[in-house]
């Protein structure tokens, strides 16, 4: 079982349609959680950090559930630029490094 | 913008030859972590280095080698290339503080191997 699984993609979704994530992750020691957003052949970004109960960003909401080790992504009202690949990340311990999930393809279509 | 960059961008070389990939880091930050990124994938752990010293390897061979310097500046060394190494090489400048942590990627090298 990989550390950190995510939804199969490619998600295929009209403007303004909202979209959601999931991810799962086996360790249950893990301590920080993030999204991060990849463009086509560039590098990853943060987009968001979830650190406790969840939190929110404009038309993104991430949440995290410890006790069924998953986090999920919502975004709202989709627009073109949200087509990426979406990577969900956990960190085990402080400086340790970062565990990715394989990634979710969105695309949004006008 | 970070301030971390990765050099170079685009690389071609043959199987069997060596290579050096560079990463400055982020200001501020004292550790640096580096990725390969086959096409399709998430981001694999290959090494992370913490004030000069490495602190964390994940499964990849010891053809695989790196370096810190005193200015948190990295190296990535590959001997002995083998067609499967072709991928995007990512390093991420990092620091964990006050139970946070904040971690900035360089754009990447993509390396082909022929």
């Known amino acids: 079982r990989k550390e950190v699984e995510q939804d199969p993609g490619p998600f295929n979704v009209p403007e303004g349609a909202t979209v959601a994530f999931n991810c799962t992750y086996s360790n249950s020691a893990s301590q920080s959680f993030f999204w991060y957003r990849q463009d086509c052949r560039k590098e990853p970004k943060l987009l968001m950090s979830?650190?406790?109960s969840g939190n929110e960003d404009g038309r993104f909401t991430a949440q995290l559930n410890r006790a069924s080790q998953y986090i999920s992504l919502l975004i709202r009202d989709s627009k073109l630029s949200d087509s990426a690949t979406y990577l969900c990340?956990?960190?085990?311990?402080?400086?340790?490094?970062?565990?990715f999930g394989k990634g979710t393809r969105l695309s949004v279509i006008a | 913008e970070t301030g971390v960059t990765q050099s170079p961008t685009h690389l071609i070389k043959t199987r069997g030859q060596q290579v050096t990939l560079r990463c400055s880091s982020q200001s501020g930050h004292n550790t640096v972590s580096w990725y390969q990124q086959a096409l399709g994938q998430g981001p694999q752990f290959i090494f992370q280095?913490?004030?000069?010293?490495?602190?964390g390897r994940g499964n990849f061979p010891p053809r695989f080698s790196g370096l810190q310097f005193p200015n948190y500046s990295s190296e990535l060394n590959v001997n002995a290339l083998e067609l499967d190494d072709s991928a995007l090489y990512l390093c991420?400048?990092?620091?964990?503080?006050?139970?946070?942590?904040?971690?900035?990627f360089g754009q990447g090298t993509r390396l082909t191997v022929v």
């Open positions: 991420a400048s990092s620091l964990a503080r006050q139970g946070r942590h904040e971690a900035f």
């Open positions: 280095y913490y004030r000069e010293e490495e602190n």
């Open positions: 979830v650190y406790s």
């Open positions: 990340v956990v960190i085990h311990l402080g400086n340790t490094p970062l565990v």
